[in-house]
């Protein structure tokens, strides 16, 4: 569609219509909804339009308080890109919303003001204290030295924790290690600095250097060889990386060898199927492997990238024990200790939930999975919307992040529509992460995965379904306000989490239950059939253990008598879901004496949303945002579903070319006491 015909801000079916002469110009809201602008009040050009409902004047404006004075803005949280710094002209160059259309970007902190419009044309410096409390107005105007003390505290810490750490524990052999407290201290300084000059300053020396070293280089190769001469790259830091460490008893070149052939098996399998391969964008393609392949890298062969991602998942950890003191407060302590499924699990889910509003209320949420949708808009030249999507989805879940540009998937591509769903099956949301640590599997590696599934789910549906048509996100990465969740404060915010998370474990809780109860049926009635045929201990298991066996093969699983208990367990995520083949991999028999390597890459292999399930709540989810495009939403759904189960494979693949025994520690079967995590 061309976005010269179809203004941004139309994304209301039932109040689209055109505006005619002179008197109105549709521009972008802030929030992604339409917005007529009409030259004076008491014009009386405005007497065409025929139902009072579609005039500008009769609608209701107001400003919307229903976030924190630190995230609230008359705009959304909005990311531009200096298409000039990329190595490459970007294609979304060409289609790229004119700056007329593009709402202005404001820094809230350096402006001070809750919102630039009052919802009457009023300038806000008229209505600057209307509505702000005193100590709102406080801060407005002294926060220059708020924002010093942040710092000078996350200073002191810093450098009191490194003196303290090298004279007093240091000598007694209990040296910490300080790589996460020096990048939380860096984070805050960028921060606070940013906050009064702007971060282009920055950037325009790495700006420089680019254009001066990657950029020129890049020019002085033939346009018909860049392309070869990458996958040529990206090829050769595969081989390397995969090949580089000695070969271990559980960890040979031989296992190295498969995990990488599955690799390009899965990829040349999709190339082959692409709905359109004379339009497959490869510099997405590549890209997005190799910052896949650069994440696990840092995770598994890189000792400062496992302490981060540690610190994370320790964080992870420790909130399931802060849920836990709740159990014990609505129980008992000794209640809180049964390692049972509704009482270790399900209410972290509740309190994680609650905590994500609460970010999202302040902000956080929002500004993260910017920063991340900007980085793989820009490394991968996806469309805005992919990108916050993409970004969105190992955060706050499949059916959520597509909820953050609802007032754009009316008009999403197929090849948009087919990636949003793709990001939503590849990965899982942080509610469910929670669950599968307090289960005792391996943080790390979920952690990782997760983070791992945003460049692959992008690859791989790109590769399966390229774009053909014109995106009108293309160029631009912006998240729209969400009007309907309105909260009056942050304790109003984080009720209405825990309301939310109550229903989200109410839903899993339901929906394990009802699943495992059909299972157990239909294996019931495969077993009596199978016993007429001399097939014993027939199953679903059983059937998709042996269809999914090659698959299994591909992902370097070793040879040993492991290759079908990990095809059982795909088989087992695909027509279930991953709560029961994780609950298989921890809990049954048969895995007990499993190898740890591939422990570690089931446990990668099942990280995903990509089930039967999950299938109908996408499609009931986007079709209820767009009515109108739950034709197109069908038809792509079947393809995005073997997309993202792709994507999550792929993401094993790499960890079973990288896994090392220095790995092979914490992979092991560990059970998770919440109590004990929060007193520790």
């Known amino acids: 569609m061309s976005t010269s015909h179809i203004p941004i801000s139309s994304v209301d079916e039932k109040h689209e219509h055109k505006s005619t002469g002179p008197l109105s110009s549709a521009t972008a809201s802030p929030y992604g909804t339409a917005l007529e602008v009409l030259p004076h009040h008491n014009d009386h050009n405005h007497a065409h339009v025929h139902d009072p409902a579609l005039d500008a004047l009769n609608q209701h404006t107001h400003p919307h308080t229903h976030h924190a004075a630190s995230s609230h803005a008359a705009t959304p949280v909005y990311s531009s890109v200096d298409h000039a710094s990329l190595p490459i002209e970007s294609q979304t160059e060409r289609h790229s919303i004119s700056k007329e259309l593009r709402p202005p970007v404001h820094d809230l902190e350096k402006s001070g003001s809750r919102s630039s419009h009052d919802g009457h044309g009023n300038s806000p410096n008229v209505a600057l204290g209307e509505g702000k409390s005193k100590l709102s107005l406080f801060y407005a105007k002294y926060r220059i030295f708020f924002h010093a003390a942040i710092w000078l505290f996350f200073t002191a810490w810093w450098i009191a924790g490194l003196v303290i750490n090298e004279q007093v524990l240091k000598p007694r052999g209990d040296k910490l290690n300080w790589v996460v407290p020096f990048l939380i201290w860096l984070c805050a300084t960028i921060r606070v600095v940013t906050l009064y000059i702007p971060a282009g300053i920055f950037m325009k020396p790495v700006y420089f250097i680019w254009k001066n070293s990657a950029v020129r280089f890049q020019s002085l190769i033939p346009v018909k060889l860049q392309l070869p001469l990458g996958a040529a790259l990206v090829v050769a830091v595969f081989i390397v990386g995969t090949f580089a460490t000695e070969s271990s008893e559980s960890n040979t070149y031989d296992n190295r060898a498969v995990a990488l052939f599955g690799l390009l098996v899965f990829i040349g399998a999709f190339w082959a199927t692409s709905k359109d391969r004379s339009a497959i964008k490869w510099r997405t393609v590549l890209v997005g492997m190799l910052i896949q392949f650069i994440i696990a890298l840092i995770v598994l062969r890189w000792s400062v990238g496992y302490n981060i991602f540690d610190f994370i998942s320790g964080l992870a950890r420790a909130l399931l024990g802060y849920a836990g003191k709740g159990t014990a407060f609505l129980t008992s302590a000794e209640t809180a200790k049964l390692l049972w499924f509704l009482i270790t699990v399900l209410p972290a889910i509740i309190f994680f939930v609650a905590l994500v509003q609460l970010l999202f209320y302040w902000g956080l949420i929002q500004w993260f999975i910017g920063k991340f949708a900007v980085f793989f808009f820009w490394a991968m030249e996806v469309s805005g919307g992919e990108a916050v999507v993409a970004a969105a989805s ?160 591909l992902l370097g699983v070793p040879r040993n008598g492991d290759l079908y208990k990990v095809s059982k367990l795909i088989g087992t995520k695909l027509i279930a879901n991953e709560f029961v083949a994780y609950d298989m991999l921890q809990k049954g028999q048969e895995y007990a004496d499993i190898s740890p390597r591939s422990r570690l890459i089931a446990t990668y292999a099942l990280c995903g949303f990509a089930n039967i399930g999950s299938l109908g709540t996408q499609i009931g989810v986007l079709s209820q945002l767009a009515p109108s495009r739950a034709g197109d939403v069908s038809r792509v759904a079947l393809s995005a579903l073997i997309s993202g189960a792709i994507s999550t494979l792929t993401s094993a693949s790499i960890a079973g070319l990288l896994v090392t025994d220095d790995i092979m520690e914490f992979v092991r079967p560990a059970i998770v006491n919440a109590t004990e995590l929060a007193t520790s």
């Open 394 to 553: 190992p955060f706050i879940g499949q059916g959520e992040s597509a909820m953050l540009i609802r007032p754009f998937i009316i008009h999403l591509t197929q090849a948009e529509i087919h990636q949003i769903m793709t990001s939503g099956f590849a990965t899982i949301a942080g509610s469910v992460l929670v669950a599968y640590i307090g289960m005792g599997l391996n943080p790390q590696a979920l952690i990782s995965s997760c983070v791992m599934s945003i460049p692959a789910s992008l690859a791989i549906s790109k590769l399966r379904f390229p774009e053909t048509e014109e995106s009108l996100t293309a160029g631009r990465v912006v998240i729209p306000d969400d009007e309907d969740h309105q909260h009056a404060n942050a304790l109003h915010a984080f009720a209405e989490g825990a309301w939310l998370g109550l229903k989200i474990a109410g839903m899993i809780t339901a929906t394990l239950l009802c699943i495992l109860a059909l299972l157990g049926l239909v294996n019931g009635l495969l077993h009596w059939w199978g016993t007429y045929l001399t097939i014993k201990n027939l199953s679903v298991e059983m059937i998709f253990g042996y269809i999914c066996y090659p698959i299994a093969f």
